[in-house]
Nanobody, 115 residues
């Protein structure tokens, strides 16, 4: 069974930083690409960044240069370092992986950026 647990969200002023963590279970986590998505109120869930099992990364244009995704396979954890936060980054952030074609999601962590 795949389990994903996000943490690290909170309230921060514009221009500030947060680091989100996504902890996963076992070898399934280590051999899969992991993605961060976010969903703001009234909007569709959108891809923020992803990282392959080998460490290749991809970012949404809206976060390029501000967010950094990384992984520590020894700790079964993927991180999302978020700098220069903007009010429009306010959303629930979810981590995600696909296993045998099925998506798995964590419970989400709220990020609120005040202006």
């Amino acid at each position: 069974q795949v389990q994903l647990v996000e943490s690290g969200g909170g309230l921060v002023q514009a221009g500030g930083s947060l680091r989100l963590s996504c902890a996963g279970s076992g070898s399934i986590f280590r051999i899969n690409a992991i993605a961060w998505y976010r969903q703001a109120p009234g909007k569709q869930r959108e891809l923020v960044a992803d990282i392959s099992s080998g460490g290749s990364t991809n970012y949404a244009d809206s976060v390029k240069g501000r967010f950094t995704i990384s992984r520590d396979n020894a700790k079964n954890t993927v991180y999302l370092q978020m700098n220069s936060l903007k009010p429009e980054d306010t959303a629930v952030y979810y981590c995600n992986l696909y296993y045998w074609g099925k998506p798995y999601w964590g419970q989400g962590t709220q990020v609120t950026v005040s202006s």
